[in-house]
């Protein structure tokens, strides 16, 4: 029986490099607490995204709810709900409102075009994902957030080492989140990052992911645990060497599935620009049942016999979770809708053979 293929697979760097750092970690029995390599991670990462404030955390939700806890925001916040649970917890869990905006049919972002029919009084920020790791309009973001003196913090967990016309998509807002979750093109086991502009925030940031200390005898801040520990800084340098090399091989992966892809009539692709360097994280399609004959459940099914797992990646959207359904938060969004009920994201990871695209590509051509 053929090996089950799953959407996304970690990547492991070589067991050696990693026990060199194993190696350090058990020399200095230091664990956790921002310790050496939490320190060269953080450095690392900084150089990297080419700035100046940035902070490793425990994971990418974690990093989201303490920047927005320390932005000390209130009221009502814009976001999508097209995106994965994590987004809207991290603002209900901070005492906000989201209030979601609809996306855009060509990219799956937020839709600039109809946030400002959503700003109140009462709004203080706009929370945009880049989903898929498919940019925002960041310019047209900034522009409305500037005219309402709203805050702007990115939802970037699919947009590592991203750029956009040169300059990195980690630059954009007030502040970004990263996931490295395991299943993310670069991992870190677990963890995530936030990065700022402002040194105040990150200063927050900093004192509430550790239970909001202070000091030996002081905690002014309510806070949590969200301390990445040194096993996933070691993994986080580690694997920072290999980001190259794997998004070459993400990117190969891509284009055959683009070329095979493009001219299915009833199988849409998102809009890719030129102007951005991708880091090939996900290949999400759309089945228009009208056009195509069958249904997205139907090729999920198809694919699923062969023990190839695409994924229905977001769906449903977050206004339609059980917990969020009857809590009235506000917003028209039938765009995100039809497009949560059409997706499948397909597999993508560096050591995927060619072969395999072929084959679920064969499947979705044929229909069988």
Aim: glycine share 4%; proline share 4%.
């Amino acid at each position: 029986m053929r090996e089950d293929i799953f959407v996304t697979r970690p990547y492991l760097p070589p067991m050696e490099e990693y026990v060199e750092y194993l190696n350090r970690i058990w020399d200095s029995r230091n664990l956790t607490n921002m310790g050496t390599l939490w320190q060269e991670f953080n450095k690392s990462l900084m150089d990297f995204m080419d700035v100046e404030y940035c902070m490793p955390l425990s994971n990418g939700h974690m990093a989201l709810e303490m920047v927005l806890q320390a932005l000390d925001l209130s009221g009502e916040v814009i976001t999508t709900p097209f995106t994965f649970a994590s987004t809207t917890h991290a603002i209900v869990r901070n005492n906000l409102t989201p209030v979601f905006c609809d996306i855009r049919e060509s990219d799956c972002t937020i839709d600039p075009d109809k946030i400002e029919d959503l700003i109140t009084d009462k709004t203080t920020a706009i929370v945009p994902v880049h989903v898929y790791g498919m940019p925002c309009d960041v310019k047209r973001i900034e522009e409305i957030a500037n005219r309402h003196n709203l805050k702007v913090i990115y939802d970037a967990a699919h947009a590592f080492g991203e750029k956009i016309n040169g300059k990195s998509i980690a630059h954009f807002g007030d502040a970004s989140m990263f996931s490295f979750h395991a299943t993310k093109c670069f991992n870190s086991i677990e963890g995530g990052c936030i990065v700022t502009k402002d040194k105040s925030s990150i200063i927050t940031t900093y004192l509430l992911h550790n239970f909001g200390i202070t000091g030996k005898e002081s905690v002014d801040y309510i806070g949590a645990n969200a301390k990445m520990n040194e096993f996933q800084a070691a993994m986080g340098l580690c694997n920072l060497k290999h980001i190259d090399e794997n998004r070459i091989l993400r990117k190969k992966i891509f284009e055959r599935y683009m070329e095979r892809l493009s001219s299915v009539e009833g199988i849409r692709l998102l809009d890719y620009r030129e102007d951005v360097i991708y880091n090939y994280s996900y290949v999400p399609v759309f089945v228009d049942e009208a056009e195509y004959g069958i249904d997205r459940n139907d090729v999920h099914e198809l694919l699923a016999k062969r023990h190839i797992y695409a994924r229905k990646y977001f769906y449903p959207i977050a206004s339609k979770f059980n917990c969020y359904k009857d809590s009235g938060f506000r917003g028209n969004v039938e765009i995100a809708e039809r497009m949560s009920e059409q997706v499948l994201t397909l597999p993508i990871y560096p050591d995927l053979q060619l072969e395999v695209v072929d084959e679920i590509c064969d499947v979705l051509e044929k229909k069988e």
